[in-house]
Nanobody, 124 residues
Framework: QVQLVESGGGLVQAGGSLRLSCAAS????????MGWFRQPPGKEREFVAS????????YYADPVKGRFAISRDNAKNTAYLQMNNLKPEDTAVYYC?????????????????WGQGTQVTVSS
């Protein structure tokens, strides 16, 4: 069973930046697709970004295109989400997820393992 641990969340002013990290245990990370999702207060979990196992393919949700960047370091078993120009509407609990298989996907149900989440709060 893969374990995922997110870190890097916090409180930031609008226009600021944060970098989330997702550390994975086990040997499947380098051959797995990774994704970031978020759940705003009172709303359902939504897709943010995903990346294939060798970083050749990435997808982004429209609201974050041009502001967020997903990346990974397979040597460190870690995925990242760089978030720039943050807006109050980006406030949410952010989750990383792992999908067995080397593709990048955008649907919640496609993922096999999830982290516990990290809170991101953007003040106006």
């Amino acid at each position: 069973q893969v374990q995922l641990v997110e870190s890097g969340g916090g409180l930031v002013q609008a226009g600021g930046s944060l970098r989330l990290s997702c550390a994975a245990s086990g040997r499947t990370f380098s051959t797995a697709g990774m994704g970031w999702f978020r759940q705003p207060p009172g709303k359902e979990r939504e897709f943010v970004a995903s990346i294939s196992s060798r970083s050749s393919v990435t997808y982004y949700a429209d609201p974050v295109k041009g502001r967020f960047a997903i990346s990974r370091d397979n040597a460190k078993n870690t995925a990242y989400l760089q978030m720039n120009n943050l807006k109050p509407e980006d406030t949410a609990v952010y989750y990383c997820a792992l999908k067995v298989g080397n593709v990048a996907v955008t649907t919640t149900r496609s993922y096999d393992s999830w982290g516990q989440g990290t809170q991101v709060t953007v003040s106006s």
